[in-house]
Protein backbone atom coordinates (compact mmCIF):
# COMPACT_ATOMS: atom_id res chain seq x y z
CA UNK A 1 0.00 0.00 0.00
CA UNK A 2 2.78 2.79 0.69
CA UNK A 3 4.01 2.19 -3.04
CA UNK A 4 1.03 3.10 -4.36
CA UNK A 5 -0.45 5.81 -1.65
CA UNK A 6 3.11 7.18 -1.30
CA UNK A 7 3.44 8.98 -4.86
CA UNK A 8 0.04 10.43 -4.75
CA UNK A 9 0.60 12.26 -1.42
CA UNK A 10 2.53 14.84 -3.36
CA UNK A 11 0.51 17.43 -5.38
CA UNK A 12 3.16 17.71 -8.00
CA UNK A 13 2.31 13.44 -8.66
CA UNK A 14 -1.36 14.16 -8.92
CA UNK A 15 -0.81 16.50 -11.32
CA UNK A 16 1.08 14.07 -13.23
CA UNK A 17 -1.14 11.31 -12.60
CA UNK A 18 -4.18 13.44 -14.32
CA UNK A 19 -2.44 14.28 -16.78
CA UNK A 20 -1.21 11.09 -18.01
CA UNK A 21 -4.24 9.40 -17.63
CA UNK A 22 -6.16 12.39 -20.08
CA UNK A 23 -3.13 12.22 -22.54
CA UNK A 24 -3.28 8.46 -22.27
CA UNK A 25 -6.76 8.25 -22.92
CA UNK A 26 -7.31 10.44 -25.70
CA UNK A 27 -4.34 9.55 -27.25
CA UNK A 28 -5.25 5.95 -27.25
CA UNK A 29 -8.74 6.45 -28.64
CA UNK A 30 -7.65 8.39 -31.43
CA UNK A 31 -4.93 5.89 -32.68
CA UNK A 32 -7.31 3.04 -33.54
CA UNK A 33 -8.25 5.66 -36.46
CA UNK A 34 -4.78 6.36 -37.12
CA UNK A 35 -3.57 2.91 -37.54
CA UNK A 36 -6.58 1.71 -39.41
CA UNK A 37 -6.53 4.99 -41.65
CA UNK A 38 -2.70 4.44 -41.78
CA UNK A 39 -1.58 8.09 -40.80
CA UNK A 40 1.41 6.86 -38.55
CA UNK A 41 3.62 9.07 -40.43
CA UNK A 42 1.49 11.81 -40.09
CA UNK A 43 1.25 11.75 -36.18
CA UNK A 44 4.98 12.08 -36.34
CA UNK A 45 4.46 14.90 -38.89
CA UNK A 46 2.26 16.91 -36.54
CA UNK A 47 3.67 16.00 -33.31
CA UNK A 48 7.25 17.56 -34.41
CA UNK A 49 5.67 20.39 -36.05
CA UNK A 50 4.61 22.13 -33.13
CA UNK A 51 7.68 22.95 -31.42
CA UNK A 52 8.14 26.50 -32.95
CA UNK A 53 4.73 27.32 -32.06
CA UNK A 54 5.59 26.43 -28.25
CA UNK A 55 8.87 28.11 -28.39
CA UNK A 56 6.99 31.25 -29.43
CA UNK A 57 4.46 31.36 -27.33
CA UNK A 58 6.50 31.57 -24.49
CA UNK A 59 8.19 34.44 -26.30
CA UNK A 60 4.94 35.71 -26.42
CA UNK A 61 4.22 34.89 -23.12
CA UNK A 62 0.87 33.40 -24.25
CA UNK A 63 -0.42 29.93 -23.19
CA UNK A 64 2.24 26.98 -24.78
CA UNK A 65 -1.38 25.18 -26.08
CA UNK A 66 -2.27 28.03 -28.02
CA UNK A 67 1.19 28.43 -29.75
CA UNK A 68 0.96 24.55 -30.26
CA UNK A 69 -2.07 24.04 -31.53
CA UNK A 70 -1.58 27.03 -34.58
CA UNK A 71 1.62 25.44 -35.49
CA UNK A 72 -0.20 21.72 -35.33
CA UNK A 73 -3.31 23.16 -37.92
CA UNK A 74 -0.28 25.01 -39.79
CA UNK A 75 1.72 21.90 -40.31
CA UNK A 76 -1.58 20.30 -41.48
CA UNK A 77 -2.71 22.94 -43.81
CA UNK A 78 1.11 23.22 -45.62
CA UNK A 79 1.07 19.40 -46.26
CA UNK A 80 -2.64 19.39 -47.67
CA UNK A 81 -1.29 22.34 -50.09
CA UNK A 82 1.86 21.23 -51.01
CA UNK A 83 0.28 17.57 -51.63
CA UNK A 84 -2.35 18.49 -54.15
CA UNK A 85 -0.86 21.43 -55.87
CA UNK A 86 2.42 19.68 -56.42
CA UNK A 87 4.00 15.82 -57.94
CA UNK A 88 5.66 15.38 -55.14
CA UNK A 89 4.52 12.24 -53.20
CA UNK A 90 2.26 12.54 -50.11
CA UNK A 91 4.80 11.00 -47.66
CA UNK A 92 7.91 13.03 -48.77
CA UNK A 93 5.66 16.38 -48.32
CA UNK A 94 4.74 14.75 -44.91
CA UNK A 95 8.90 14.88 -44.42
CA UNK A 96 9.73 18.18 -45.54
CA UNK A 97 7.40 19.65 -43.78
CA UNK A 98 7.57 18.83 -40.57
CA UNK A 99 11.71 18.07 -40.87
CA UNK A 100 11.56 21.84 -41.17
CA UNK A 101 9.20 23.42 -39.09
CA UNK A 102 11.02 20.82 -36.54
CA UNK A 103 14.19 22.14 -37.65
CA UNK A 104 12.75 25.96 -36.94
CA UNK A 105 11.37 24.68 -33.29
CA UNK A 106 15.22 23.62 -32.77
CA UNK A 107 16.56 27.17 -34.32
CA UNK A 108 14.57 29.10 -32.01
CA UNK A 109 15.41 26.64 -28.68
CA UNK A 110 18.76 27.87 -29.36
CA UNK A 111 18.45 31.48 -29.82
CA UNK A 112 15.81 32.22 -27.43
CA UNK A 113 17.13 33.98 -24.20
CA UNK A 114 14.94 32.54 -21.46
CA UNK A 115 15.48 31.18 -17.43
CA UNK A 116 13.54 28.45 -18.45
CA UNK A 117 14.87 25.22 -19.78
CA UNK A 118 12.43 25.12 -23.41
CA UNK A 119 14.63 21.22 -23.71
CA UNK A 120 11.69 19.73 -21.35
CA UNK A 121 9.57 20.35 -24.58
CA UNK A 122 11.34 18.11 -26.54
CA UNK A 123 11.15 14.87 -23.53
CA UNK A 124 8.20 16.46 -21.90
CA UNK A 125 8.24 17.40 -18.32
CA UNK A 126 4.87 15.71 -16.51
CA UNK A 127 6.04 16.35 -12.91
CA UNK A 128 6.15 19.97 -13.42
CA UNK A 129 2.46 20.18 -15.08
CA UNK A 130 1.14 23.65 -13.18
CA UNK A 131 -2.90 23.62 -12.53
CA UNK A 132 -3.25 25.58 -15.45
CA UNK A 133 -1.30 23.25 -17.82
CA UNK A 134 -3.88 20.85 -16.36
CA UNK A 135 -7.05 22.60 -16.80
CA UNK A 136 -5.50 22.72 -20.72
CA UNK A 137 -5.25 19.26 -20.57
CA UNK A 138 -8.28 18.42 -19.38
CA UNK A 139 -10.52 20.99 -21.57
CA UNK A 140 -8.33 19.99 -24.94
CA UNK A 141 -8.66 16.25 -23.98
CA UNK A 142 -12.93 16.19 -23.28
CA UNK A 143 -13.15 18.71 -26.77
CA UNK A 144 -11.54 16.24 -28.77
CA UNK A 145 -13.04 13.17 -27.35
CA UNK A 146 -16.78 14.40 -27.78
CA UNK A 147 -15.78 15.64 -31.44
CA UNK A 148 -14.34 11.54 -31.78
CA UNK A 149 -17.56 9.80 -30.28
CA UNK A 150 -20.06 12.26 -31.90
CA UNK A 151 -18.23 11.79 -35.14
CA UNK A 152 -16.87 7.93 -34.69
CA UNK A 153 -19.56 6.67 -37.47
CA UNK A 154 -18.64 8.61 -39.91
CA UNK A 155 -14.86 8.08 -39.50
CA UNK A 156 -14.87 4.47 -38.74
CA UNK A 157 -16.17 4.57 -42.19
CA UNK A 158 -13.83 7.32 -43.84
CA UNK A 159 -11.32 4.68 -42.55
CA UNK A 160 -12.87 1.46 -43.97
CA UNK A 161 -14.19 2.63 -47.06
CA UNK A 162 -13.91 6.32 -48.19
CA UNK A 163 -15.82 5.36 -51.80
CA UNK A 164 -18.97 3.93 -49.62
CA UNK A 165 -18.46 7.49 -47.71
CA UNK A 166 -18.89 9.29 -50.77
CA UNK A 167 -21.76 7.44 -51.90
CA UNK A 168 -24.16 7.88 -49.37
CA UNK A 169 -23.64 11.97 -48.98
CA UNK A 170 -20.74 12.04 -46.45
CA UNK A 171 -17.51 14.06 -47.48
CA UNK A 172 -14.61 11.77 -47.25
CA UNK A 173 -11.74 15.63 -47.63
CA UNK A 174 -14.28 17.35 -44.65
CA UNK A 175 -13.56 14.12 -42.41
CA UNK A 176 -10.06 13.68 -43.23
CA UNK A 177 -9.21 17.56 -42.36
CA UNK A 178 -11.16 16.97 -38.99
CA UNK A 179 -9.57 14.15 -38.05
CA UNK A 180 -6.23 15.81 -38.49
CA UNK A 181 -7.89 18.95 -36.80
CA UNK A 182 -8.29 16.47 -34.12
CA UNK A 183 -5.05 14.69 -34.52
CA UNK A 184 -3.59 18.38 -33.95
CA UNK A 185 -5.32 19.20 -30.49
CA UNK A 186 -4.48 15.76 -29.63
CA UNK A 187 -0.80 16.54 -30.13
CA UNK A 188 -1.06 19.14 -27.77
CA UNK A 189 -2.52 17.50 -24.78
CA UNK A 190 -0.08 14.60 -25.04
CA UNK A 191 3.08 17.33 -25.48
CA UNK A 192 2.64 18.45 -21.70
CA UNK A 193 3.25 14.62 -20.90
CA UNK A 194 6.13 12.85 -22.79
CA UNK A 195 7.06 16.16 -25.43
CA UNK A 196 7.45 16.58 -29.06
CA UNK A 197 9.95 13.46 -29.59
CA UNK A 198 7.78 10.34 -28.11
CA UNK A 199 4.17 12.07 -29.08
CA UNK A 200 4.10 9.97 -32.25
CA UNK A 201 4.26 6.84 -29.56
CA UNK A 202 1.56 7.47 -28.04
CA UNK A 203 -0.89 8.13 -30.94
CA UNK A 204 0.44 4.79 -31.98
CA UNK A 205 1.31 1.97 -29.66
CA UNK A 206 -2.63 1.56 -27.90
CA UNK A 207 -4.24 1.31 -31.40
CA UNK A 208 -1.44 -1.10 -32.73
CA UNK A 209 -1.94 -2.93 -30.18
CA UNK A 210 -5.21 -3.02 -29.31
CA UNK A 211 -5.71 -3.89 -33.35
CA UNK A 212 -3.25 -7.73 -32.43
CA UNK A 213 -6.29 -8.08 -29.90
CA UNK A 214 -9.28 -7.82 -31.70
CA UNK A 215 -11.23 -7.66 -35.04
CA UNK A 216 -13.73 -5.34 -34.13
CA UNK A 217 -13.40 -1.96 -34.34
CA UNK A 218 -16.21 -1.10 -31.39
CA UNK A 219 -13.59 -3.25 -29.36
CA UNK A 220 -11.05 -1.90 -30.33
CA UNK A 221 -12.19 1.30 -29.18
CA UNK A 222 -12.21 0.10 -25.49
CA UNK A 223 -9.23 -1.91 -25.47
CA UNK A 224 -6.61 1.02 -26.79
CA UNK A 225 -7.79 3.66 -24.16
CA UNK A 226 -7.82 0.71 -21.41
CA UNK A 227 -4.18 -0.28 -22.51
CA UNK A 228 -3.00 2.90 -22.57
CA UNK A 229 -4.25 4.31 -19.38
CA UNK A 230 -2.39 1.29 -17.43
CA UNK A 231 0.26 1.84 -19.08
CA UNK A 232 0.19 5.56 -18.10
CA UNK A 233 -0.16 5.05 -15.14
CA UNK A 234 2.44 2.34 -14.75
CA UNK A 235 4.89 4.90 -16.10
CA UNK A 236 4.14 7.16 -13.51
CA UNK A 237 4.37 5.52 -10.72
CA UNK A 238 7.90 3.30 -12.19
CA UNK A 239 9.83 6.48 -12.71
CA UNK A 240 8.74 8.16 -9.14
CA UNK A 241 10.04 4.31 -7.55
CA UNK A 242 12.92 4.10 -10.11
CA UNK A 243 13.61 7.63 -10.09
CA UNK A 244 13.93 7.93 -14.09
CA UNK A 245 12.44 10.43 -16.05
CA UNK A 246 8.67 9.98 -16.10
CA UNK A 247 7.34 10.62 -19.98
CA UNK A 248 9.63 8.01 -21.37
CA UNK A 249 8.76 4.99 -18.71
CA UNK A 250 5.08 5.75 -19.74
CA UNK A 251 6.09 4.99 -23.55
CA UNK A 252 8.35 2.37 -22.35
CA UNK A 253 5.35 0.90 -20.59
CA UNK A 254 3.58 1.03 -23.63
CA UNK A 255 6.24 -0.25 -25.80
CA UNK A 256 6.70 -3.35 -23.34
CA UNK A 257 2.57 -4.03 -23.84
CA UNK A 258 2.61 -4.02 -27.41
CA UNK A 259 5.63 -6.71 -27.04
CA UNK A 260 3.42 -8.85 -24.63
CA UNK A 261 0.82 -8.80 -26.88
CA UNK A 262 3.25 -8.73 -30.25
CA UNK A 263 4.09 -12.26 -28.09
CA UNK A 264 1.48 -14.12 -26.52
CA UNK A 265 -1.82 -12.47 -27.91
CA UNK A 266 -4.07 -15.35 -28.47
CA UNK A 267 -5.16 -15.33 -32.32
CA UNK A 268 -2.60 -13.34 -33.72
CA UNK A 269 0.60 -13.64 -30.97
CA UNK A 270 3.70 -14.92 -32.63
CA UNK A 271 3.65 -17.95 -30.36
CA UNK A 272 0.02 -18.60 -30.90
CA UNK A 273 0.46 -18.63 -34.26
CA UNK A 274 3.29 -21.00 -33.88
CA UNK A 275 1.38 -23.33 -31.74
CA UNK A 276 -1.28 -23.25 -33.99
CA UNK A 277 1.30 -24.29 -36.79
CA UNK A 278 2.74 -26.82 -35.06
CA UNK A 279 -0.70 -28.61 -34.25
CA UNK A 280 -1.94 -28.32 -37.99
CA UNK A 281 1.37 -30.37 -38.26
CA UNK A 282 0.82 -33.02 -36.04
CA UNK A 283 -2.72 -33.32 -37.25
CA UNK A 284 -1.55 -33.70 -40.88
CA UNK A 285 0.96 -36.12 -39.73
CA UNK A 286 -1.33 -38.29 -37.48
CA UNK A 287 -3.72 -38.51 -40.58
CA UNK A 288 -4.12 -41.92 -42.29
CA UNK A 289 -2.93 -42.09 -45.88
Known amino acids: MDLLLEPVSYEFMQRALATAVVASVVCGVL ?9 SLMGDAVSHSV ?3 VVL ?10 GAAAFGFL ?7 VRSTSRVKEDAVIGIVFTTLFALGLVLVSVTPSQTDLNHVLFGNLLGVSRSDLVGVVVLGALVLAVLLLTRRDLTLLAFDPTHAYAIGLNPRRLSALLLGLLAL ?4 ALQAVGVVLVVAMLIIPGA ?3 LLTDRFQVMLLVAPAIALVCGVTGVYASYHLDTSTGPMVVLAQGAAFALVYLLAPRRGVLAARV ?3 RRRRQLVSRPA
Open 31 to 39: SCWLVLVGW
Open 186 to 189: TAVV
Open 276 to 278: AAA
Open 75 to 81: AVALIGV
Open 57 to 66: AHVLGIPLSI
Open 209 to 211: TAY
Open 51 to 53: LPG
